[in-house]
């Protein structure tokens, strides 16, 4: 079956999201993960960083930079030739915007390589804030641009603006802004109900410690 993050066709977790009507404890539950989401501050990359100085009285966007040889890249970019692209695009929406590009943690780790032109991102971006926090900018932008980030979804989360580039699971459900809308994707879809699917009903999650199955809240 094809992975979530290959929109070149459905996926069990886009079936989830097309089809299935979620019952009230089902939504009862999503409620109280998004509330529990934004209460611990959990992001991916729970890593620490020092708030930034941001300018007053301007629209603040967010873009976070992505590792350009992952699969979700390869296959959902929709035509974005990487982030310096990525950036360029987001500059010509956003000409007034204060954009801040926070590159990959993987890439400043030094773990995986960076994308062709990467480091040319101040020609588009006002700010490059490698060490930012995550959280701390997810609670203060205005809005986040994404190609096909999970980033994006976090920002969902947290009640954030979200215009989507390329073509990850969370868009074309009516909750993001859709520069490359997928045609089969026709269901109109409440936050709630992307927590439901895509956390709760669709992946399998292990014990850290244990290896058991557990639950997503535990």
């Known amino acids: 079956r094809r992975p979530h993050y290959d929109p070149s066709g459905p996926s069990d977790?886009?079936?989830?999201?097309?089809t299935v009507a979620f019952d009230a404890a089902m939504l009862a539950?999503?409620?109280a993960l998004i509330?529990?989401?934004?209460?611990?501050?959990?992001?991916?990359?729970?890593?620490?960083g020092s708030p930034l100085d941001l300018p007053a009285g301007r629209?603040?966007?967010?873009?976070?930079?992505?590792?350009?040889?992952?699969?979700?890249?390869?296959?959902?970019?929709?035509?974005?030739?990487?982030?310096r692209d990525l950036l360029a695009r987001v500059r010509a929406e956003e000409p007034d915007a204060f954009l801040i590009y926070k590159p990959h943690p993987d890439v400043v780790s030094g773990l995986r390589a960076g994308g062709t032109g990467e480091r040319a991102a101040l020609e588009h971006a006002d700010l490059v804030?490698?060490?930012?926090?995550?959280?701390?900018?997810?609670?203060?932008?205005?809005?986040?641009?994404?190609?096909?980030?999970?980033?994006?979804?976090?920002?969902l989360v947290r009640g954030r603006e979200v215009v989507v580039h390329g073509q990850p699971f969370y868009a074309g459900w009516g909750l993001?802004?859709?520069?490359?809308?997928?045609?089969?994707?026709?269901?109109?879809?409440?936050?709630?109900?992307?927590?439901a699917a895509a956390l709760i009903?669709?992946?399998?999650?292990?014990?850290?410690?244990?290896g058991e199955p557990c639950s997503v809240e535990a």
């Open 59 to 83: 629209r603040i966007v967010l873009v976070p930079g992505q590792v350009e040889s992952d699969h979700s890249v390869r296959l959902g970019n929709a035509g974005v030739t990487g982030m």
């Open 13 to 18: 977790l886009e079936d989830l999201l097309q």
């Open 201 to 210: 009903a669709y992946p399998h999650y292990a014990s850290a410690r244990s």
């Open 129 to 155: 804030a490698p060490a930012a926090s995550l959280t701390d900018l997810l609670d203060r932008v205005d809005a986040v641009h994404v190609l096909t980030s999970l980033t994006g979804f976090e920002a």
């Open 35 to 48: 509330a529990l989401l934004r209460r611990a501050r959990l992001t991916k990359y729970n890593l620490a």
């Open 29 to 31: 539950r999503a409620d």
């Open 176 to 195: 993001t802004q859709d520069r490359a809308p997928i045609a089969r994707r026709t269901r109109r879809r409440t936050l709630t109900e992307l927590v």
